[in-house]
């Protein structure tokens, strides 16, 4: 790993602890225990590679910290779904179906795609994140149709996650497009939309959320 | 290339809807949902209804001496004061009328509404509307389309009673010697009572499918809201 993309890797590290020190702060790590243990991940695998890359900055590593990282996404749309819809029954029985659908669409693309590997990633990545991207959405189209109160810090993490995604996805498309001769500009471009969005994350973690005492009740939790 | 574009249209949408998405207004819509326990929250709404048709019957009658007492200009300020206090009231039900639509899409169940009758009504379009919804609610199958009808039964009933209050102060402004303005207001008031009484029911068997089906979801959907910035 080269000097500028080393320094990236490690100020995305310091964003993550900052957005976790936040989290802890303000009490938001079990508002969605899925983007915990999503950030967790993150700061594991970067440390890990950053640190030991002797060892885990390799093509195998990177699959593997990829898939635990789709999955954790798929996670955290699907709690923020059930947390904002848990409580009313007849609106989570509607976003039931639409987030089973397009996770068996997903499910069925992604085995389409297999066996996955570093050489194609641009094949079955993209599928992955558009999954995520799909979930997301989806529960964002539900939650503004039944007016559902969601909290600041749930739509902080989807609006950050979504617009990283289709970097994410676009910088994949180019990859394909141009071969891997541009993978170091592209894997840049990617970090800083990573450190881009780890910084918006923590800025909304840190953030004190105003709406709550205004509209709460006497003798709430506030 | 397609997962490309699918990514792009969804983030858009995504980006579109939570960024118009307004936090405060939705718990607004929520807080008769949230704050109260549904016996309170009908006691209050109950209070309000009557206390609305109070002030409004007040002003008419005040009206109606003073036009009897050959008072003509301030039979009409009167009157204009029992049109306002009908147009603030009828602002209140149509807000709330949105908020119980919202709402009643959440819940699995409503308890049921008779069907619409033109019956309590007095003013013509109000009765005819009333007997069609009548005949529509027949052709529905479930309770929460039958609720949602009844809601939009009210909305437009408000709306007409509103138009047909200024239609008539207009006409007493214009000839205060006519006895027919103030005969179409008092009808208007008569109607909007009864909408009233229909709007109480509506709110009373939404509280009751809340109750039934709750069981502590808003306690934490409260707690859930409330606690996200320790």
Redesign the interface.
């Known amino acids: 790993m080269s000097d500028l993309p080393l320094l990236i890797a490690h100020l995305v590290k310091l964003g993550l602890v900052a957005l976790l020190a936040g989290m802890v702060f303000?009490?938001?790590l079990g508002?969605c225990w899925a983007f915990t243990l999503y950030v967790a991940a993150v700061l594991v695998g970067n440390s890990l590679a950053t640190l030991v890359p002797q060892r885990f900055f390799t093509h195998s590593f990177w699959m593997l910290k990829q898939g635990v990282y789709d999955l954790l996404k798929m996670a955290i749309a699907i709690e923020l779904a059930w947390?904002a819809f848990?409580?009313?029954?007849?609106?989570w029985?509607t976003a039931r179906v639409v987030l089973l659908a397009l996770l068996a669409v997903s499910t069925l693309s992604l085995a389409g795609l297999t066996p996955a590997s570093y050489n194609t990633l641009w094949q079955w990545q993209?599928?992955a994140?558009?999954a995520s991207?799909?979930l997301?959405?989806a529960t964002?189209?539900l939650?503004?149709f039944?007016?559902?109160?969601?909290?600041?810090?749930q739509?902080a993490i989807?609006?950050g996650l979504?617009?990283y995604?289709?970097v994410f996805?676009?910088l994949l498309?180019l990859l394909r497009r141009l071969g891997w001769t541009v993978l170091e500009q592209i894997s840049l471009i990617d970090q800083l939309a990573y450190l881009g969005l780890v910084l918006f994350w923590a800025f909304a973690a840190w953030r004190?959320?105003e709406?709550?005492f205004?509209?709460?009740?006497a003798g709430?939790?506030? | 290339m397609l997962e490309l574009v699918l990514s792009s249209v969804g983030c858009a949408a995504l980006c579109y809807t939570l960024g118009r998405y307004n936090r405060t207004l939705a718990l607004q819509r929520w807080q008769f949902v949230l704050n109260a326990p549904e016996e309170r929250a009908l006691e209050t709404l109950r209070r309000r209804v009557e206390l609305d048709s109070a002030l409004a019957r007040q002003a008419l009658d005040a009206a109606e001496r003073a036009r009897d007492a050959k008072r003509p200009s301030d039979a009409l300020t009167v009157l204009r004061v029992a049109l306002a206090v009908l147009e603030e009231a009828g602002a209140d039900r149509l807000t709330r009328l949105r908020a119980m639509a919202v709402y009643s899409r959440m819940v699995r169940a409503i308890r049921p509404l008779p069907a619409p009758s033109p019956a309590p009504f007095r003013g013509a379009p109000l009765k005819a509307m009333a007997a069609f919804a009548g005949l529509v609610h027949g052709f529905l199958v479930g309770t929460q389309e039958r609720f949602r009808l009844w809601l939009v039964l009210m909305g437009l009933g408000v709306r007409i009673v509103l138009h047909g209050g200024r239609r008539a102060v207009d006409g007493a402004l214009r000839e205060p010697a006519n006895a027919r303005p103030w005969a179409a207001f008092v009808e208007g008031l008569s109607d909007f009572e009864a909408l009233d009484a229909s709007h109480l029911a509506a709110f009373e068997a939404l509280a009751a499918s809340l109750a039934a089906v709750d069981r502590g979801g808003r306690q934490e959907l409260w707690e859930r809201i409330a606690g996200d910035s320790r």
Not at chain 1, 146 to 153: A, F, R, S
Request: charged share 15%; aromatic share 8%; net charge positive.
């Open positions: 303000r009490g938001r508002l947390r848990a409580a009313f029954p007849g609106a029985r993209p599928a994140v558009t991207v799909w997301l959405t964002a189209l939650v503004v039944y007016q559902v109160p969601i909290g600041e810090w739509r989807m609006l979504a617009p995604l289709l996805v676009t498309s004190k959320d709406t709550r205004a509209a709460g009740p709430s939790h506030a």
